[in-house]
Protein backbone atom coordinates (compact mmCIF):
# COMPACT_ATOMS: atom_id res chain seq x y z
CA UNK A 1 0.00 0.00 0.00
CA UNK A 2 1.57 3.57 -1.07
CA UNK A 3 2.14 5.51 1.86
CA UNK A 4 -0.37 8.56 2.68
CA UNK A 5 1.30 12.28 1.43
CA UNK A 6 0.03 15.57 2.22
CA UNK A 7 -0.04 18.53 0.28
CA UNK A 8 1.07 22.10 0.50
CA UNK A 9 -0.27 24.67 -1.99
CA UNK A 10 1.35 27.92 -0.75
CA UNK A 11 0.38 29.84 -4.31
CA UNK A 12 -2.93 28.45 -5.82
CA UNK A 13 -6.52 28.84 -6.38
CA UNK A 14 -6.71 27.75 -2.87
CA UNK A 15 -3.96 27.76 -0.17
CA UNK A 16 -3.84 25.20 2.54
CA UNK A 17 -2.84 21.63 2.98
CA UNK A 18 -4.61 18.74 1.30
CA UNK A 19 -4.55 15.21 1.55
CA UNK A 20 -5.26 14.31 -2.53
CA UNK A 21 -2.84 14.69 -5.60
CA UNK A 22 -5.99 14.88 -7.65
CA UNK A 23 -7.83 17.69 -5.98
CA UNK A 24 -4.24 19.65 -5.61
CA UNK A 25 -3.90 19.26 -9.52
CA UNK A 26 -7.07 21.36 -10.09
CA UNK A 27 -5.88 24.17 -7.47
CA UNK A 28 -2.88 24.48 -8.72
CA UNK A 29 -4.36 23.73 -12.66
CA UNK A 30 -3.72 27.29 -15.14
CA UNK A 31 -2.22 29.19 -12.06
CA UNK A 32 0.54 31.05 -12.89
CA UNK A 33 4.06 30.45 -10.50
CA UNK A 34 1.79 27.91 -8.79
CA UNK A 35 4.06 27.09 -5.23
CA UNK A 36 3.54 23.71 -4.11
CA UNK A 37 5.34 20.49 -2.47
CA UNK A 38 4.48 17.09 -1.24
CA UNK A 39 5.27 15.44 2.61
CA UNK A 40 5.31 12.13 4.35
CA UNK A 41 2.89 13.69 7.10
CA UNK A 42 0.35 15.82 7.97
CA UNK A 43 2.58 17.37 11.10
CA UNK A 44 5.31 18.27 8.25
CA UNK A 45 3.15 19.81 5.77
CA UNK A 46 1.28 22.13 8.71
CA UNK A 47 4.55 22.97 9.76
CA UNK A 48 5.71 24.12 5.96
CA UNK A 49 2.63 25.86 4.92
CA UNK A 50 3.46 28.41 7.84
CA UNK A 51 6.54 28.52 6.24
CA UNK A 52 7.80 30.04 3.18
CA UNK A 53 7.85 27.61 -0.24
CA UNK A 54 11.66 28.57 -1.14
CA UNK A 55 12.63 26.83 2.39
CA UNK A 56 11.38 23.84 0.69
CA UNK A 57 11.56 23.94 -3.22
CA UNK A 58 14.21 21.61 -4.65
CA UNK A 59 14.68 19.76 -0.95
CA UNK A 60 13.89 16.05 -0.71
CA UNK A 61 12.35 16.38 2.67
CA UNK A 62 12.53 12.64 3.26
CA UNK A 63 16.64 12.77 2.66
CA UNK A 64 17.81 15.88 3.61
CA UNK A 65 19.10 16.20 7.04
CA UNK A 66 22.27 17.82 7.53
CA UNK A 67 22.44 20.27 10.53
CA UNK A 68 21.11 24.25 9.64
CA UNK A 69 24.37 25.23 9.79
CA UNK A 70 26.00 23.15 7.04
CA UNK A 71 22.87 24.01 4.97
CA UNK A 72 23.38 27.57 5.21
CA UNK A 73 26.87 26.97 3.15
CA UNK A 74 25.25 25.75 0.33
CA UNK A 75 21.96 28.62 -0.27
CA UNK A 76 19.85 28.00 -2.21
CA UNK A 77 19.13 27.01 -5.63
CA UNK A 78 18.87 29.33 -8.18
CA UNK A 79 15.24 28.19 -9.47
CA UNK A 80 15.73 30.35 -13.05
CA UNK A 81 17.71 27.44 -14.60
CA UNK A 82 18.08 24.43 -16.79
CA UNK A 83 18.25 20.55 -14.46
CA UNK A 84 19.44 17.80 -16.56
CA UNK A 85 19.89 14.03 -15.06
CA UNK A 86 19.52 10.25 -16.58
CA UNK A 87 18.49 7.44 -15.59
CA UNK A 88 19.90 3.77 -16.43
CA UNK A 89 18.40 0.19 -15.28
CA UNK A 90 21.83 -1.97 -15.27
CA UNK A 91 25.14 -0.96 -15.78
CA UNK A 92 24.88 -1.24 -18.39
CA UNK A 93 21.40 -1.12 -19.12
CA UNK A 94 18.67 0.37 -20.79
CA UNK A 95 19.12 4.28 -20.44
CA UNK A 96 17.29 7.66 -21.16
CA UNK A 97 17.97 11.52 -20.25
CA UNK A 98 16.08 14.68 -19.98
CA UNK A 99 16.07 18.44 -18.86
CA UNK A 100 13.72 20.12 -17.28
CA UNK A 101 13.11 23.54 -15.62
CA UNK A 102 13.89 23.71 -12.00
CA UNK A 103 11.73 25.41 -10.61
CA UNK A 104 8.44 23.74 -12.07
CA UNK A 105 9.59 20.80 -13.34
CA UNK A 106 8.72 21.37 -17.09
CA UNK A 107 9.76 18.83 -19.10
CA UNK A 108 12.42 20.65 -21.78
CA UNK A 109 13.16 17.46 -23.94
CA UNK A 110 13.91 14.03 -23.47
CA UNK A 111 15.92 11.22 -25.00
CA UNK A 112 16.20 6.96 -25.22
CA UNK A 113 15.90 4.91 -23.92
CA UNK A 114 19.09 3.91 -25.72
CA UNK A 115 19.80 0.02 -24.95
CA UNK A 116 23.03 -0.94 -23.36
CA UNK A 117 24.01 2.44 -22.08
CA UNK A 118 25.12 3.77 -18.54
CA UNK A 119 24.39 6.47 -16.25
CA UNK A 120 27.75 8.57 -17.01
CA UNK A 121 27.25 8.63 -20.72
CA UNK A 122 23.70 9.69 -19.99
CA UNK A 123 24.36 12.61 -17.96
CA UNK A 124 27.22 13.47 -20.38
CA UNK A 125 24.73 13.85 -23.28
CA UNK A 126 21.90 15.10 -21.07
CA UNK A 127 24.15 18.25 -20.42
CA UNK A 128 25.08 18.58 -24.22
CA UNK A 129 21.47 18.45 -24.54
CA UNK A 130 21.11 21.54 -22.13
CA UNK A 131 23.97 23.55 -23.61
CA UNK A 132 22.76 23.14 -27.39
CA UNK A 133 18.70 23.63 -25.81
CA UNK A 134 20.12 26.80 -24.07
CA UNK A 135 22.08 28.27 -27.37
CA UNK A 136 19.28 27.84 -29.54
CA UNK A 137 17.10 29.38 -27.36
CA UNK A 138 19.54 31.75 -27.09
CA UNK A 139 18.57 31.67 -23.26
CA UNK A 140 21.21 32.63 -20.62
CA UNK A 141 20.19 30.24 -17.97
CA UNK A 142 22.81 27.89 -15.95
CA UNK A 143 22.52 24.29 -15.85
CA UNK A 144 22.59 21.88 -12.95
CA UNK A 145 24.06 18.40 -13.20
CA UNK A 146 24.34 16.02 -10.53
CA UNK A 147 27.03 14.49 -11.71
CA UNK A 148 31.01 15.78 -11.48
CA UNK A 149 31.99 12.45 -13.94
CA UNK A 150 29.71 14.48 -16.48
CA UNK A 151 30.67 17.63 -15.96
CA UNK A 152 34.49 17.18 -16.28
CA UNK A 153 33.91 15.02 -19.43
CA UNK A 154 31.71 18.28 -20.85
CA UNK A 155 34.74 20.28 -20.04
CA UNK A 156 37.24 18.33 -21.78
CA UNK A 157 34.91 18.09 -25.20
CA UNK A 158 34.99 13.86 -24.30
CA UNK A 159 32.82 11.17 -23.44
CA UNK A 160 35.35 9.26 -21.53
CA UNK A 161 33.26 6.02 -20.84
CA UNK A 162 35.09 2.73 -20.84
CA UNK A 163 31.88 1.23 -22.20
CA UNK A 164 33.08 -1.33 -25.41
CA UNK A 165 30.75 0.01 -28.98
CA UNK A 166 28.47 -3.18 -29.95
CA UNK A 167 25.71 -3.48 -32.63
CA UNK A 168 23.64 -3.10 -30.05
CA UNK A 169 24.85 0.06 -28.59
CA UNK A 170 25.92 2.05 -31.99
CA UNK A 171 22.93 4.26 -32.04
CA UNK A 172 23.91 5.45 -28.31
CA UNK A 173 27.90 6.06 -29.60
CA UNK A 174 25.88 7.65 -32.57
CA UNK A 175 24.41 10.04 -30.15
CA UNK A 176 27.90 10.56 -28.32
CA UNK A 177 29.76 11.42 -31.06
CA UNK A 178 27.38 13.88 -32.50
CA UNK A 179 27.88 15.42 -28.85
CA UNK A 180 31.52 15.69 -29.08
CA UNK A 181 30.85 17.18 -32.11
CA UNK A 182 29.20 19.95 -31.13
CA UNK A 183 31.38 20.41 -28.38
CA UNK A 184 34.00 20.49 -30.46
CA UNK A 185 32.37 23.14 -32.96
CA UNK A 186 30.19 25.36 -30.64
CA UNK A 187 31.42 27.86 -28.17
CA UNK A 188 29.22 28.58 -25.23
CA UNK A 189 28.96 30.86 -21.95
CA UNK A 190 26.63 28.79 -20.24
CA UNK A 191 27.55 28.14 -16.71
CA UNK A 192 27.11 24.48 -15.32
CA UNK A 193 26.80 24.44 -11.87
CA UNK A 194 26.92 21.48 -9.60
CA UNK A 195 23.25 20.16 -7.70
CA UNK A 196 24.27 19.67 -4.20
CA UNK A 197 22.16 16.62 -3.75
CA UNK A 198 22.74 16.28 -0.16
CA UNK A 199 21.80 19.43 0.73
CA UNK A 200 18.60 20.16 -1.78
CA UNK A 201 17.49 16.42 -1.92
CA UNK A 202 17.34 15.01 -5.62
CA UNK A 203 17.97 17.58 -8.76
CA UNK A 204 14.56 18.25 -10.24
CA UNK A 205 15.21 16.21 -13.64
CA UNK A 206 15.74 13.04 -11.53
CA UNK A 207 13.02 10.15 -13.07
CA UNK A 208 12.23 8.81 -9.05
CA UNK A 209 13.36 5.73 -9.63
CA UNK A 210 16.01 5.35 -6.92
Known sequence: ????????????????VFTSWNVCKKLI??????????????E?????FKGKYLDYVGKD???????????????????????????????PGKMEYRGVDTQTKKQFFIQGPFEQGTNNIGEFLALVHGLGYLKQKKSSLPIYSDSKIAMSWVKKGQCRTNLQITAT?????????????????????????????????????????K
Open 29 to 42: KDFKGAQYKSFGSK
Open 61 to 91: TKKVQLPPEELKKYGKPILESLSVDAACSGN
Open 44 to 48: AAEIA
Open 1 to 16: MAKKKFYVIWKGHKEG
Open 169 to 209: NKPLFDFVKRAENWLKENTYNTKILKWETKAWGEIPADFGR
